[in-house]
Nanobody, 115 residues
């Protein structure tokens, strides 16, 4: 069964905003810190932000001050509000638990930022 479904990506100009959503199964959402990852072509997947079960958040330096991660327990959903987007933010964005073992990765959602 699909456990992680990302949505909300799209094409925006530099300086624009997007809000990504990750619908997760309750079995993993309720017990784990959830993170947003991204992967650009030819690059390794990197963790950009995560939120713990109690709501503590952490951000990669590259997105600090621009992105905000949050979670909605009633909806089993993790969000990533992305502001002041830059071309270097262009990537496929995925959500998953932060620690291993991880469930299967979802399809991700494409974010493209034009200059």
């Amino acid at each position: 069964q699909v456990q992680l479904v990302e949505s909300g990506g799209g094409l925006v100009q530099a300086g624009g905003s997007l809000r990504l959503s990750c619908a997760a199964s309750g079995s993993i959402f309720s017990k784990n810190a959830m993170g947003w990852y991204r992967q650009a072509p030819g690059k390794q997947r990197e963790l950009v932000a995560y939120v713990t079960t109690w709501g503590s958040t952490t951000y990669a330096d590259s997105v600090k001050g621009r992105f905000t991660i949050s979670r909605d327990g009633a909806k089993n959903t993790v969000y990533l509000q992305m502001n002041s987007l830059k071309p270097e933010d262009t990537a496929v964005y995925y959500c998953n638990v932060v620690k291993f073992p991880k469930p299967a990765w979802g399809q991700g959602t494409q974010v493209t930022v034009s200059s």
